[in-house]
């Protein structure tokens, strides 16, 4: 455009080009892993941005998680700078909650309606269940939920359902019975599940056409990452948004629309759309992900044009070989193959540890050559199947000194005190939500049982009032003295609160309305929170107890108060909603640390989108990956396969691949046994440093190893020569004794929960 080479465009080879310049209704880009899906997305949105064919406001970018979305972001202010403001770059979620916000008065919601976590799903399904009596028959909190969510993601509402049945099934009356209650109670607690949000985004373009007009007008450019793991909901979302405005809605729209947005016949035309993504990534099938979206695409949306990249940019042909050879395997897929001129580059690194203790300890030393030759921690990720693996990691990268951190691990905002927290301010926010308000009245202990409590919400109910009026209003009702003057403290620190939040001033309530009112500002996120952990004393009361865990909650609290003051910074006067719905969109504890200087610890769906130089894949065995749970699914096998294919994808210049020989898991060891997927691997593009074969066939020398000292350097022997010769022969895994015994944890998952405890305990 300024003559010269156009930077947005230098140095994409030509289908990259084509596919940012492309400006027809409709663009597929299909592509393997690494061949610049997403920076093709990237620089158009640039592109449309400073050709001046699209202001920023009129673009919405979709990713598939936050931080992806930042980064975006980021890439997109690179190219830019300031002209990205006001451009939608978000996850489905995010979009959706900023329409409902908007919108909410449509619904019967408030704007202030809380967001349930699937934690708060399951505790208000837990007390439907209860009262239903339905655990008799075998309904949990979990596979109701899951169930509730599996209909929710296909649009399937309590009516359809019930219309569709089994007549006389008593089990499948009272599932329908649950549904129905269960959406009831979020109704009238003005709240909406994770799945509700794009669920009912949906719906409420589907019901009113005029608002649905708003969006489809403001949205000039929709463009899709990763779009092989959009489920229908997800799908049916974008449909609605890329549908032209019909002329009779034109004519109602604010302001009027002008000549030059309508077509021919009178038509706002619609958004056009741009997706792309990688069939051979889907790995969301469990979550509703339809891979038909992706297929069907060009018969979906006519005149389509399609876009295939085939050079990869990202990895080594070694790593793509053995990604080529594994996704082959899959027969159910269209033919694409990766290449890149980038060269071999080293070889696969493969090893068998005894244990998984002797696995982590590989990788620990690895880490530490790695980082030895000059690479640094960020450039290094490992990834696992199943969470509970990774505390034979954690443990070997402390006792080596090694920084990490554990993306989308226990999450920052699922930790109970976090949470007791937060119930306050989404209480302020939202005085109808039973579920946080219930929290609340135990956060701290205060002495409002449960008896007390089930009478303030008949109370409530009763008298048509929110919670906190109930409180106030407690002398009606007959509690003894001491019962009474907790719940009025309470009630009383909620309303202040709640005036301050919406710019009453706190302790100011005898003033007359309208007076001041120009400076009645909403109070700082900050100010509000800082008074509710004064005033509860929680910090104070979890230091009391000198108790290292409690002094990791306490420092939670204050880190909570931390993320509240940053974002007043960030977002002056953006007020408590906006901090509460950023909140409850923030994927992972980790979005909240430092990312530098750290090796990265993930489960393989997580990897998904990012690269790394250093990539290990642990636990490459049968039952992990993969997974025991898919083996007997149709399909299930192929989706961990493309799981395995994402993981591979990820490294750029050095892959390991490890397992074990024997495994902990809930107590018990046993064999395990190397995956398929390994074996699909051709043999010479892996050196082995100790294969599978090697460590069965002395199995005996297996508690050798584990007793061996643990500090990376002088554990295992690392003898050369054999490494890359030795045969890899496997099928007869199971012939190793499972005598050797890991230190027995009763429960792996709260043994982890405590390590990590612990952990944080000694930085401190
Ligand atoms: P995935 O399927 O894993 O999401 P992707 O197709 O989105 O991958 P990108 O992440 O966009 O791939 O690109 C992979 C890497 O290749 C990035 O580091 C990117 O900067 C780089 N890359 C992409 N295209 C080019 C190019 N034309 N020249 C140089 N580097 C490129
Ligand atoms: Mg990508």
Same mark, same amino acid.
């Given at each position: 455009?300024?003559?010269?080479?156009?930077?947005?465009?230098?140095?994409?080879?030509?289908?990259?080009?084509?596919?940012?310049?492309?400006?027809?209704?409709?663009?597929?880009?299909?592509?393997?892993?690494?061949?610049?899906?997403?920076?093709?997305?990237?620089?158009?949105?640039?592109?449309?941005?400073?050709?001046?064919?699209?202001?920023?406001?009129?673009?919405?970018?979709?990713?598939?998680?936050?931080?992806?979305?930042?980064?975006?972001?980021?890439?997109?202010?690179?190219?830019?700078?300031?002209?990205?403001?006001?451009?939608?770059?978000?996850?489905?979620?995010?979009?959706?909650?900023?329409?409902?916000?908007?919108?909410?008065?449509?619904?019967?919601?408030?704007?202030?309606?809380?967001? &349930?976590?699937?934690?708060?799903?399951?505790?208000?399904?837990?007390?439907?269940?209860?009262?239903?009596?339905?655990?008799?028959?075998?309904?949990?909190?979990?596979?109701?939920?899951?169930?509730?969510?599996?209909?929710?993601?296909?649009?399937?509402?309590?009516?359809?359902?019930?219309?569709?049945?089994?007549?006389?099934?008593?089990?499948?009356?009272?599932?329908?019975?649950?549904?129905?209650?269960?959406?009831?109670?979020?109704?009238?607690?003005?709240?909406?599940?994770?799945?509700?949000?794009?669920?009912?985004?949906?719906?409420?373009?589907?019901?009113?056409?005029?608002?649905?007009?708003?969006?489809?007008?403001?949205?000039?450019?929709?463009?899709?990452?990763?779009?092989? #793991?959009?489920?229908?909901?997800?799908?049916?979302?974008?449909?609605?948004?890329?549908?032209?405005?019909?002329?009779?809605?034109?004519?109602?729209?604010?302001?009027?629309?002008?000549?030059?947005?309508?077509?021919?016949?009178?038509?706002?035309?619609?958004?056009?759309?741009?997706? /792309?993504?990688?069939?051979?990534?889907?790995?969301?099938?469990?979550?509703?992900?339809?891979?038909?979206?992706?297929?069907?695409?060009?018969?979906?949306?006519?005149?389509?044009?399609?876009?295939?990249?085939?050079?990869?940019?990202?990895?080594?042909?070694?790593?793509?070989?053995?990604?080529?050879?594994?996704?082959?395997?899959?027969?159910?897929?269209?033919?694409?193959?990766?290449?890149?001129?980038?060269?071999? +580059?080293?070889?696969?690194?493969?090893?068998?540890?005894?244990?998984?203790?002797?696995?982590?300890?590989? /990788?620990?030393?690895?880490?530490?050559?790695?980082?030895?030759?000059?690479? #640094?921690?960020?450039?290094?990720?490992?990834?696992?199947?199943?969470?509970?693996?990774?505390?034979?990691?954690?443990?070997?990268?402390?006792?080596?000194?090694?920084?990490?951190?554990?993306?989308?691990?226990?999450?920052?905002?699922?930790?109970?005190?976090?949470?007791?927290?937060?119930?306050?301010?989404?209480?302020?926010?939202?005085?109808?939500?039973?579920?946080?308000?219930?929290?609340?009245?135990?956060?701290?202990?205060?002495?409002?049982?449960?008896?007390?409590?089930?009478?303030?919400?008949?109370?409530?109910?009763?008298?048509?009032?929110?919670?906190?009026?109930?409180?106030?209003?407690?002398?009606?009702?007959?509690?003894?003295?001491?019962?009474?003057?907790?719940?009025?403290?309470?009630?009383?620190?909620?309303?202040?609160?709640?005036?301050?939040?919406?710019? +009453?001033?706190?302790?100011?309530?005898?003033?007359?309305?309208?007076?001041?009112?120009?400076?009645?500002?909403?109070?700082?996120?900050?100010?509000?929170?800082?008074?509710?952990?004064?005033?509860?004393?929680?910090?104070?009361?979890?230091?009391?107890?000198?108790?290292?865990? #409690?002094?990791?909650?306490?420092?939670?609290?204050?880190?909570?108060?931390?993320?509240?003051?940053?974002?007043?910074?960030?977002?002056?006067?953006?007020?408590?909603?906006?901090?509460?719905?950023?909140?409850?969109?923030?994927?992972?504890?980790?979005?909240?640390?430092?990312?530098?200087?750290?090796?990265?610890?993930?489960?393989?769906?997580?990897?998904?989108?990012?690269? &790394?130089?250093?990539?290990?894949?642990?636990?490459?065995?049968?039952?992990?990956?993969?997974?025991?749970?898919?083996?007997?699914?149709?399909?299930? /096998?192929?989706?961990?396969?493309?799981?395995?294919?994402?993981?591979?994808?990820?490294?750029?210049?050095?892959?390991?691949?490890?397992?074990?020989?024997?495994?902990?898991?809930?107590?018990?060891?046993? /064999?395990?046994?190397?995956?398929?997927?390994?074996?699909?691997?051709?043999?010479?593009?892996? #050196?082995?440093?100790?294969?599978?074969?090697?460590?069965?066939?002395?199995?005996?020398?297996?508690?050798?190893?584990?007793?061996?000292?643990?500090?990376?350097?002088?554990?295992?022997?690392?003898?050369?020569?054999?490494?890359?010769?030795?045969?890899?022969?496997?099928?007869?895994?199971?012939?190793?004794?499972?005598?050797?015994?890991?230190?027995?944890?009763?429960?792996?998952?709260?043994?982890?929960?405590?390590?990590?405890?612990?952990?944080?305990?000694?930085?401190?």
């Amino acid at each position: 455009a300024f003559g010269g080479v156009d930077p947005l465009l230098e140095g994409l080879n030509p289908a990259q080009e084509r596919a940012v310049i492309a400006r027809g209704p409709a663009l597929l880009i299909v592509a393997g892993a690494g061949s610049g899906k997403t920076r093709v997305l990237t620089h158009r949105i640039a592109h449309l941005i400073r050709e001046r064919e699209a202001w920023p406001s009129q673009i919405l970018a979709i990713t598939f998680t936050n931080k992806a979305a930042a980064e975006m972001r980021e890439r997109i202010a690179g190219l830019l700078g300031d002209a990205a403001e006001g451009m939608w770059v978000s996850t489905f979620h995010s979009a959706c909650v900023r329409i409902l916000r908007r919108e909410a008065e449509r619904f019967g919601y408030v704007a202030g309606f809380t967001i &349930y976590d699937s934690a708060d799903s399951r505790a208000l399904l837990k007390r439907i269940i209860k009262e239903l009596d339905a655990d008799t028959y075998g309904f949990t909190p979990a596979n109701s939920g899951s169930k509730i969510s599996r209909l929710k993601n296909e649009l399937t509402d309590v009516d359809t359902y019930a219309a569709t049945a089994v007549e006389g099934d008593p089990r499948e009356r009272l599932f329908i019975e649950i549904f129905r209650t269960y959406e009831q109670e979020l109704r009238r607690a003005n709240a909406f599940d994770f799945d509700d949000l794009i669920g009912q985004t949906v719906h409420l373009f589907r019901a009113h056409p005029d608002v649905a007009a708003v969006y489809q007008r403001r949205f000039r450019h929709i463009l899709v990452d990763e779009y092989q #793991d959009t489920n229908h909901a997800q799908y049916s979302l974008i449909r609605e948004l890329t549908k032209p405005v019909a002329p009779e809605e034109v004519e109602r729209l604010v302001p009027p629309a002008r000549e030059r947005e309508l077509d021919d016949s009178g038509r706002i035309p619609g958004a056009s759309l741009t997706v /792309v993504g990688d069939s051979d990534q889907s790995i969301y099938a469990f979550r509703g992900a339809d891979i038909r979206n992706i297929v069907e695409f060009e018969r979906d949306f006519v005149g389509a044009e399609v876009v295939k990249l085939e050079q990869n940019y990202r990895s080594t042909q070694n790593i793509l070989s053995a990604a080529n050879a594994v996704i082959g395997n899959n027969f159910d897929r269209q033919e694409k193959s990766l290449w890149t001129s980038e060269g071999d +580059g080293a070889k696969i690194v493969g090893f068998t540890g005894y244990s998984q203790h002797d696995e982590a300890r590989f /990788v620990a030393e690895e880490i530490e050559d790695l980082h030895r030759e000059g690479l #640094d921690y960020n450039d290094i990720a490992v990834f696992y199947r199943t969470n509970s693996q990774t505390r034979a990691l954690e443990e070997l990268l402390i006792r080596a000194a090694i920084p990490y951190r554990v993306l989308g691990g226990t999450k920052f905002y699922e930790r109970a005190e976090v949470k007791d927290a937060m119930a306050y301010l989404t209480s302020i926010a939202n005085p109808y939500d039973p579920i946080t308000w219930s929290r609340l009245l135990g956060a701290p202990k205060r002495g409002i049982g449960p008896m007390a409590e089930a009478q303030l919400a008949n109370f409530q109910e009763a008298q048509g009032i929110n919670f906190h009026e109930a409180m106030l209003r407690c002398g009606e009702l007959s509690f003894g003295p001491k019962v009474r003057a907790s719940i009025l403290g309470l009630g009383d620190l909620l309303s202040r609160a709640s005036r301050m939040a919406v710019g +009453g001033g706190a302790t100011d309530a005898s003033a007359a309305p309208g007076e001041d009112a120009a400076e009645k500002q909403p109070a700082p996120v900050g100010d509000l929170l800082k008074l509710i952990l004064d005033e509860t004393e929680m910090i104070e009361k979890l230091r009391a107890r000198r108790d290292p865990q #409690d002094d990791a909650r306490a420092e939670n609290l204050e880190e909570l108060l931390a993320v509240a003051r940053e974002f007043d910074v960030k977002q002056p006067g953006a007020g408590l909603l906006a901090f509460l719905t950023e909140v409850s969109l923030v994927a992972a504890a980790d979005d909240l640390d430092d990312s530098s200087g750290t090796v990265s610890l993930m489960t393989m769906h997580t990897a998904k989108g990012l690269e &790394y130089r250093s990539v290990f894949i642990t636990g490459v065995e049968e039952g992990l990956i993969p997974h025991q749970m898919s083996v007997d699914e149709v399909g299930g /096998v192929n989706e961990e396969r493309r799981l395995m294919y994402v993981g591979i994808t990820r490294a750029r210049e050095r892959l390991y691949l490890t397992l074990a020989s024997t495994r902990a898991t809930f107590g018990d060891v046993s /064999v395990a046994m190397p995956s398929r997927f390994l074996q699909e691997i051709p043999e010479g593009l892996i #050196d082995w440093r100790q294969s599978p074969g090697e460590v069965t066939s002395r199995g005996g020398t297996a508690s050798r190893a584990l007793n061996a000292p643990a500090r990376p350097g002088s554990g295992y022997s690392r003898s050369s020569g054999r490494s890359t010769e030795s045969a890899v022969s496997f099928g007869s895994g199971g012939s190793g004794s499972a005598a050797v015994s890991e230190p027995a944890s009763g429960n792996m998952q709260s043994a982890l929960e405590q390590w990590r405890e612990r952990k944080r305990a000694a930085k401190a």
